[in-house]
């Protein structure tokens, strides 16, 4: 008697145990991101010789979502940076180009979770 209220007690909890969880759902769950985000710079051209203020535009696009790009570029004394927002998946700064020689620009998308 005591052996089979054992075996119906191990049955009863695997079946509960097995219907609260989905074991054909792999992965961490849907905050996993697994696609990287785009970035473009579509202003200026490659290769431009830019002469006062740099204009510096682009797109931004993930999956998820985004919160802003950052940019850095070669300044008199080390790097600078700036952080500039997504809206509607496009973004634009301004550079002024006096402050150091301005050869080469690092943009970086930041997500937001």
Do not use: H
């Amino acid at each position: 008697m005591r052996r089979a209220i054992a075996w119906g007690f191990a049955i009863l909890s695997a079946v509960v145990w097995l219907s609260t969880c989905d074991m054909f759902k792999v992965g961490l769950g849907e905050k996993v991101d697994i696609t990287p985000p785009v970035l473009a710079i579509s202003s200026p051209d490659q290769n431009s010789y830019i002469r006062g203020t740099l204009t510096l535009q682009g797109t931004a696009s993930d999956d998820l979502s985004l919160a802003s790009v950052t940019v850095q570029y070669p300044g008199p004394n080390g790097q600078l940076s700036k952080t500039v927002t997504v809206a509607n998946g496009a973004w634009t700064t301004d550079i002024a180009t006096g402050t150091g020689a301005v050869d080469a620009i690092l943009a970086q998308v930041r997500q937001d979770f």
